[in-house]
T-cell receptor, first 115, second 115 residues
Framework: GAVVSQHPSRVICKSGTSVKIECRSL??????MFWYRQFPKQSLMLMAT?????????EQGVEKDKFLINHASLTLSTLTVTSAHPEDSSFYIC???????????FGPGTRLTVT | QQQVKQSPQSLIVQKGGISIINCAYE??????FPWYQQFPGKGPALLIA?????SEKKEGRFTISFNKSAKQFSLHIMDSQPGDSATYFC??????????????FGSGTRLSIRP
């Protein structure tokens, strides 16, 4: 089956610094990738949708200047959390949609802790 | 209208029993209904999915039942095993995707299988 990887799996950073999370589709090309945030015991909250070569579309209430998304190739999207604060601590999950357009595969997630 | 309502929030089933999770939707434009399984600290994994042109789909011990007129669908796990203990999310989306299309997730069901 289709595999999506994320790196790093865990990251701890200090308040005020920036952290970058990578999402890769390993065995398929993904024209569309999604970034989600998940709080403990809650559902996935879509943050933004990114299409290769174009600007990301952010969901209402998500600060686009804080959560920078780049989708530079058909297999790589990055999420950069800028000037991180403790309230940004969360589980961030990416997903990629395959070329047929309806199956969506998820990465293993990245646990971000801001101290 | 974009919501997918999922119940129960949590479920405890004895080993060997049948686990049943229910979902309901309002938007009749939805035409793809996946179920995802998520273990703690991991990303969701696609478990099984159904299109509304069929009323049932079975894959191993997992069955989706779909009632288009009632706008309801459910996941049945037969012969439930301790390894099935996880959080399950139902979801809905539209095909073919537009650039704005996205998966709408239910709130999740935490399933525990007692040995």
């Amino acid at each position: 089956g289709a595999v999506v990887s994320q790196h790093p799996s865990r990251v701890i950073c200090k308040s005020g610094t920036s952290v970058k999370i990578e999402c890769r589709s390993l065995d398929f090309q993904a024209t569309t990738m999604f970034w989600y945030r998940q709080f403990p015991k809650q559902s996935l909250m879509l943050m933004a949708t990114s299409n290769e070569g174009s600007k990301a579309t952010y969901e209402q209430g998500v600060e686009k200047d804080k959560f920078l998304i780049n989708h530079a190739s058909l297999t790589l999207s990055t999420l950069t959390v800028t000037s991180a604060h403790p309230e940004d601590s969360s589980f961030y999950i990416c997903s990629a949609r395959d070329e047929r357009g309806y199956e969506q595969y998820f990465g293993p997630g990245t646990r971000l802790t801001v101290t | 209208q974009q919501q997918v309502k999922q119940s129960p929030q949590s479920l405890i089933v004895q080993k060997g029993g049948i686990s049943i999770i229910n979902c309901a939707y309002e938007n009749t434009a939805f035409d793809y209904f996946p179920w995802y399984q998520q273990f703690p600290g991991k990303g969701p994994a696609l478990l099984i999915a159904i299109r509304p042109d069929v009323s049932e789909k079975k894959e191993g011990r997992f069955t989706i039942s779909f009632n288009k007129s009632a706008k309801q669908f459910s996941l049945h796990i037969m012969d439930s095993q301790p390894g099935d203990s996880a959080t399950y999310f139902c979801a809905a989306s539209m095909i073919p995707y537009s650039s704005a299309s996205k998966i709408i997730f239910g709130s999740g069901t935490r399933l525990s299988i007692r040995p």
